[in-house]
């Protein structure tokens, strides 16, 4: 996948209920980079606790804020011990596959989110939660009523029972 990864494990306090001895993550966070400088973002993440996140931007690389391009970000996160991994593939909102668009040229949600590549990036994440990881989706969008990855990703794991809590509203 070309994804960089942090280390350690961090304990955070969201595990909530309990399977098999392991603890299950059944909260996860949503924030847009236009909304934070590098170090609160930062700071954000530690105070959750979040271990891993998922960048579902369709190109890990911003015009505008040069601190969230995927080779500075990864280097940034690593240093504080947080995963990164790109779902762009699997969520990103300019997908190669023309079947998922519109007429009109939009992807089309709806058809793109019952996809085995979109559902498996959501299984993959649950199976994460299982395990004890806490994550955020991260776009660019500072209100996530804006961006697919509320009205797209985080949509989908909500009706499969997820609290989903925006950061930074």
Same mark, same amino acid.
């Given at each position: 996948r070309g994804d960089c990864a942090g280390g350690g494990y961090i304990d955070g306090g969201l595990r909530n209920c309990w399977s098999g001895g392991i603890s299950m993550i059944t909260k996860l966070f949503t924030i847009g980079y236009a909304g934070f400088g590098l170090p609160e973002f930062l700071t954000e993440l530690k105070k959750r606790q979040i271990q891993l996140v998922i960048d579902v931007r369709s190109q890990p690389f911003s015009k505008y804020y040069a601190d969230y391009n995927k080779d500075r970000i990864c280097n940034a996160l690593k240093n504080e011990n947080i995963y990164y991994r790109n779902y762009a593939k699997e969520f990103g909102a300019r997908q190669e596959n023309k079947v998922y668009y519109s007429s009109e040229g939009y992807l089309d949600f709806s058809k793109?989110?019952? *996809?085995? @590549?979109?559902?498996?990036?959501?299984?993959?994440?649950?199976?994460?939660?299982?395990?004890?990881? *806490?994550? @955020?989706?991260?776009?660019?969008e500072k209100d996530p009523i804006d961006c697919h990855r509320a009205i797209l990703v985080s949509r989908a794991f909500h009706e499969k029972g997820y609290q989903v809590e925006p950061i930074g509203l």
């Open positions: 793109f989110s019952k *996809s085995e @590549v979109f559902q498996n990036g959501i299984e993959r994440l649950c199976l994460s939660m299982q395990k004890g990881y *806490s994550f @955020v989706l991260m776009c660019a």
